[in-house]
């Protein structure tokens, strides 16, 4: 549907009233941009990209940047450098800040007058300067490019293209190749594994790290819940910057294990019935571990030390020659060897490559002398499975996996 010159006096409305409202900018320079105004949505979009850099909207400031800069513009590559000096520290940053409240600023541009155009170029032109200078009070570092010196940030960020999407469009599909890594710049995503809804994203995160790190296909699906501006950058930029500098590698991992773990106590029926703390205790005692197509990771006849639980990739569970099970994301294994001690009569075996976190017996046996639900719990996934087992073999009595 074609936009009008109405459709410009509503969002000019709107950011008259709410003036730190990204989205009301946003949405004025789209306006713009659409009714023909290519200078003026160059110039909103140049007031958006100063604004996040100073507010910490930093993916927001490079999507501008981009934008700018896919424009022709000679701001896009100022603005980049500008972000890259601001963020691009090379430390650490896995502690967040908590943004201050942003008030109003003290304008009356009630009476700004003239035709929608020119209203909208007040309002902007007014608003602007205020929205770059203003102090929104602490402000967190980059989740990527504060992990980079600047040469770093520099490569990175000239790799990145930023792409909208409408909502409801699905930006990564379960199982699907990892190409890209994603930085949300402005909305908000849903993160689906089927039907389960395992958690929502919001303007500043990154998604799509999972598979980066493991080196597996997509573990879920992200949808756009509303309009989304996304920066991608390609899986291979991602290498080669993790591999020069290894503290982005780190934040990678760190986030990656953090978004594991709480996909894992929505997926997998180990986690489920125990209280948020309980959970917590349980999942501080996990590795995480990354297991090569094709390797064996529980031998027939020997001692299980660990109990698995796959977070991507898929394993085959084969025993007596043929395949028992096939175990993907979520699926625990070794429960039975937890409880029982016995060896293992059955091998587990990385079809794919496969991110696997991993709990000693002592670390579960020290858990679950507290957890009276975590053994319940366990006692019936070992019922379980030794029903499936019996199904497949004459004599299982002695299968343990």
């Known amino acids: 549907m074609p936009v009008t010159d109405d459709d410009l006096s509503r969002a000019t409305r709107t950011l008259r009233s709410y003036p730190t409202d990204f989205g009301a900018w946003l949405e004025v320079a789209a306006i713009l941009g659409a009714l023909g105004h ?59 800040a908590k943004p201050s409240l942003i008030e109003k600023p003290d304008i009356d541009l009630t009476n700004a007058g003239g035709t929608t155009l020119a209203d909208a170029r007040t309002v902007t032109k007014v608003l602007a300067p205020w929205l770059a200078s203003r102090d929104p009070g602490p402000v967190a570092p980059a989740p990527l490019l504060s992990a980079l010196t600047m040469p770093g940030a520099r490569a990175l960020v000239g790799v990145m293209t930023a ?11 379960a199982g699907a190749p990892a190409t890209a890594l994603y930085w949300l710049a402005h909305g908000n995503v849903s993160v689906k594994k089927g039907p389960t809804l395992l958690g929502e994203l919001h303007s500043g995160a990154f998604f799509g790290e999972i598979a980066l790190v493991g080196g597996t296909t997509r573990t879920a699906s992200v949808i756009a819940t509303d309009d989304v501006w996304v920066l991608e950058i390609p899986a291979k930029a991602v290498e080669t910057a993790a591999q020069k500098h290894p503290q982005l590698a780190e934040v990678l991992a760190f986030h990656a294990r953090q978004r594991l773990l709480s996909n894992l106590t929505k997926t997998s029926e180990l986690f489920k019935a125990l209280k948020p703390e309980d959970r917590d205790a349980l999942l501080a005692k996990f590795t995480t571990e990354i297991v090569p197509a094709n390797t064996t990771f529980i031998v027939e006849g020997t001692a299980n030390a660990f109990l698995w639980v796959v977070v991507a990739g898929r394993c085959e569970v084969r025993g007596g020659g043929s395949i028992v099970a096939e175990l993907g994301p979520g699926a625990a294994v070794g429960e039975i060897s937890l409880v029982s001690g016995a060896t293992a009569v ?43 087992n019996r199904a497949l073999f004459q004599d299982a009595s002695d299968l343990i996996v």
């Open 38 to 96: 290519a200078d003026d949505a160059e110039s909103v979009f140049a007031a958006i990209g100063d604004g996040a850099r100073a507010g910490g909207r930093v993916a927001l400031a490079v999507a501008c940047a981009c934008h700018l800069e896919r424009l022709g513009s000679m701001r896009g590559g100022e603005l980049i450098e500008e972000v890259i000096e601001t963020y691009a520290t090379g430390g650490p940053h896995f502690k967040l």
């Open 163 to 173: 792409k909208a999407y409408a909502a409801g469009t699905t930006i990564i599909e």
């Open 346 to 388: 059955a091998d587990v075996i990385a079809i794919e490559q496969v991110v696997v976190l991993k709990l000693s017996n002592q670390a579960f046996d020290e858990v679950a002398k507290n957890q009276p639900a975590l053994l319940a719990t366990v006692e019936k996934l070992v019922i379980a499975r030794e029903q499936e």
